[in-house]
């Protein structure tokens, strides 16, 4: 009866958005298969994390206490066991880090088609998915003639799901075969150093080029901080070596889908578009009234930021 087999993920024992994001989608395309919704949590917690995925919608929580934190080979060794007992139409894994990491590997040996950085999903007559192309200036439709297929969503692009469900927890036993595991994990370490995660963040201010130099940075740290936001920025922020990688938001960077996104001294490249226009408040200052971030903001000030920070340091301190 399984349709969808989701993968959640997990990092550094915390769950992680795109999970309850591969819930929605996976109900939407169980319903259309009139099927169910079983998603697998693999190694670390996975006791404490099933409770949490225990959503509306979600048919069955298999727990897999297999290796104690991310491990490729743990990871595709599980996924192929649970498919082969499942016998999901789909199986749906983030478009992660993680995800990318075993996804190609687990349609490998499944010999199913993957279809990655999945922006919209559906089951007409087969499996229909939406993908950008050209930093995200088109948008294709992708028409798999399979009847099973292994599916990697872009985080962001659906809504988290919430609602807490009675949901049955099944604890999977699955015997790895530690001669097949050639990979160890031995650390964690943020790319660009810091351990702030710019797409856990509720509030962001973004800093962009009409920052002019580096010493003008601590202006909108001090915004940030007034506001209890964390800071992030676009591209040649990064490439000026003025923020370190990890708070780049974009096609390159990071995605990131905040309840408020202050992009200040930003244009709004589709590179940097890309990356936040999931944001669900977006709030533009720029001297240019032109500058395509006013076509997807919620609130524009057309103004130097010079004048308008500091104001807003004053109101919100
Ligand atoms: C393959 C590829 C990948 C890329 N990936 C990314 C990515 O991940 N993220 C990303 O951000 N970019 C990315 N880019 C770069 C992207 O194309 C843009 O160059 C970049 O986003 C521009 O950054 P910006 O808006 O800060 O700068 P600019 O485009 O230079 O814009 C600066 C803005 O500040 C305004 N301004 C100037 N002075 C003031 C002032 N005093 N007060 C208020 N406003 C002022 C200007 O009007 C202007 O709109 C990528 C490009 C490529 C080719």
């Known amino acids: 009866m399984t349709s969808v087999l989701a993968i959640a993920e997990h990092r550094r024992g915390e769950l992680r958005d795109v999970s309850d994001e591969l819930i929605s989608a996976g109900r939407e395309l169980a319903d259309d298969l ?17 409770r949490t995925l225990s959503r509306e919608g979600v048919d069955v929580v298999h727990t897999v ?39 190609p590997a687990v349609a490998n040996r499944l010999d199913r088609p993957l279809v990655t950085d999945v922006v919209g999903a559906s089951f007409e007559d087969g499996f229909v ?70 797409s856990d963040a509720e509030v962001l201010v973004s800093v ?24 992030s920025s676009s591209r040649p922020i990064v490439d000026n070596g003025w923020l370190p990688k990890n708070r780049q938001v974009g096609q390159s960077g990071k995605t990131v889908t905040p309840e408020v996104y202050i992009a200040i001294g930003i244009s709004g490249a589709v590179q940097h578009v890309a990356g936040m226009k999931g944001s669900e408040t977006i709030v533009a200052i720029n001297t240019d009234p032109n500058a395509p971030i006013f076509d997807i903001a919620d609130y524009g000030i057309v103004d130097d930021l010079f004048d308008v920070v500091p104001a807003l340091i004053a109101e919100f301190e």
Do not use: C
């Open 129 to 198: 998915a939406t993908r950008e192309m050209y930093g995200s200036k088109v948008e294709t439709t992708v028409e798999v003639d399979a009847e099973r297929v292994t599916v990697m969503i872009r985080g962001g692009e659906w809504p988290g799901a919430s609602g807490n469900g009675d949901t049955e927890i099944r604890e999977t036993e699955i015997e790895i075969d530690e001669s097949a595991v050639h990979t160890t994990v031995t650390g964690f370490e943020e790319v660009g150093g810091g351990d702030v995660d710019i």
């Open 34 to 50: 009139s099927g169910e919704l079983h998603i697998a949590v693999i190694s670390g917690q996975v006791e404490e994390f099933a």
């Open 65 to 103: 206490a297999a290796g104690s934190e991310f491990n490729h080979d743990i990871y595709v060794q599980a996924v192929e066991r649970l498919t082969a007992e499942l016998d999901p139409s789909v199986v749906l894994m983030p478009n992660s880090v993680n995800g990318l990491d075993y996804g």
């Open 208 to 231: 962009g080029r009409g920052i002019e130099e580096e010493a003008n940075i601590e202006l909108i740290e001090e915004l940030a901080d007034a506001l209890d936001a964390t800071l």
